[in-house]
């Protein structure tokens, strides 16, 4: 579960970060799912990917272990959102077409655990991950 000095920092995501399109056409282009195809967004924090991702037309859940985070999502798109962890989905086996995992791997206390989750929920199908160095931030590309 996110520490309370996390919960502190993340109380204005929604107002300061959004989703990137390039990330989400990325996105998209990679997950190659029809229209209406189930993806789960691990991690997916404020929700901001996730509300992209069912403005493709994806049905899409927003799984992420901050109330805080939970709380930010705009409620304006049809996203189930759920309280969890990555390394232990509260999803039944195969629920979902797809997951992603956008700029979140850095908060998993165990990566392997959370891939056989994304894995098992997926039955196996598609896991996109995006993410970054956490040692390289004082020059992310994402700024530029």
């Known amino acids: 579960m996110p520490s309370p000095i996390y919960n502190n920092i993340c109380k204005t995501y929604n107002h300061t970060r959004s989703a990137d399109p390039r990330i989400v056409d990325t996105s998209v282009e990679l997950l190659d799912l029809l229209t209406g195809s189930k993806v789960l967004d691990i991690g997916a924090g404020t929700g901001s990917?996730?509300?992209?991702?069912?403005?493709?037309?994806?049905?899409?859940?927003?799984?992420?272990?901050?109330?805080?985070?939970?709380?930010?999502?705009?409620?304006?798109?049809?996203?189930?959102?759920?309280?969890?962890?990555?390394?232990?989905?509260?999803?039944?086996?195969?629920?979902?077409d797809a997951a992603t995992l956008i700029l979140c791997i850095h908060h998993f206390t165990n990566l392997d655990m959370a891939l056989k989750e994304a894995a098992r929920v997926t039955g196996n199908g598609k896991v996109i991950i995006f993410t970054y160095d956490p040692n390289a931030i004082d020059s992310p590309w994402l700024f530029h």
């Open 49 to 96: 990917y996730s509300q992209s991702l069912s403005d493709t037309g994806y049905a899409v859940a927003a799984l992420d272990p901050s109330e805080v985070m939970r709380q930010q999502s705009d409620g304006e798109h049809d996203v189930i959102r759920k309280a969890g962890i990555a390394e232990d989905i509260p999803f039944d086996d195969g629920e979902f």
